[in-house]
């Protein structure tokens, strides 16, 4: 099963809104990414942040991690119509060389002019 | 930089074709490579890991002669779904990474390809 769970499934929110979006994970990780994905298309990486962090920000996003209640949250401030996608977390774990990432069930975002 | 290209992004083929989807990174050197599967409006299913010179490792309930997957230098890793049925439709993802030695893990972002849709007729 994934390993994360994210909610809510979908928010649609005015532009200038702050988006708020959580996920939740089972086991122990490395890190927890966010991506975001535009319809049909790939995914782009936005923020990773490593187990022994508890905040992140990179530009309009701020990403906490809890790993005591294993979830994660993404707030994206002052959103804009451009920002309108599927957001996805993902929990990498492993060793021996690689990081192998299982995503939770995602957030679709809209944000309404 | 970091950029993962995917060729094709658009199949349509008949019952019984095998089809080819290739992964490139173009600016970096991949030491691996995934392979991920995802349906409409779900969340990406991780389907294999390839690491260069070696053989792939699929995740449970993969079928490997079905999806084959060659990751014959850094910067090439191939997926053939082999006598693909309607059932394979899907899109395919790929995604390039590399690890710090040093840490023995990486704590770097995965780089995805914008994706192949397949459909299969």
């Known amino acids: 099963s994934q390993q994360g769970e994210e909610d809510p499934q979908a928010l649609s929110i005015q532009e200038g809104e702050n988006a708020t979006m959580n996920c939740s994970y089972k086991?122990?990780?490395?890190?927890l990414q966010w991506y975001r994905q535009n319809s049909g298309r790939g995914l782009v990486h936005l923020i990773l942040?490593?187990?022994?962090?508890r905040e992140k920000h990179s530009g309009r996003l701020r990403v906490t991690l809890d790993t005591s209640k294993k979830s994660s949250s993404l707030l994206i401030t002052a959103s804009r119509a451009a920002d309108t996608a599927s957001y996805f977390c993902?929990?990498?774990f492993g060793s021996g060389g690689y990081n192998k990432l299982i995503f939770g069930a995602g957030t679709r975002l809209a944000v309404h002019p | 930089g970091a950029v993962v290209s995917q060729h094709p992004s658009w199949v349509i083929c008949k019952s019984g074709t095998s089809v080819k989807i290739e992964c490139r990174s173009l600016?970096?050197?991949?030491?691996?490579m995934f392979w991920y599967r995802q349906f409409p409006k779900q969340s990406l299913m991780l389907m294999a890991t390839?690491?260069?010179?070696?053989?792939?490792?699929?995740e449970q309930g993969v079928e490997k002669d079905k999806f084959l997957i060659n990751h014959a230098s850094l910067t090439l890793s191939t997926l053939t779904v082999t006598s693909a049925h309607p059932e394979d439709s899907s899109f395919y993802i790929c995604?390039?990474?590399?690890?710090?030695?040093?840490?023995?893990?990486?704590?770097?972002?995965?780089?995805f390809g914008d994706g192949t849709r397949l459909s299969i007729l």
């Open positions: 995604s390039a990474g590399s690890w710090d030695i040093e840490e023995g893990y990486s704590n770097q972002p995965q780089h």
């Open positions: 086991t122990s990780i490395n890190n």
């Open positions: 942040i490593r187990s022994n962090e």
């Open positions: 993902a929990t990498g």
């Open positions: 600016d970096f050197q991949a030491t691996t």
């Open positions: 390839s690491n260069e010179g070696s053989k792939a490792t699929y």
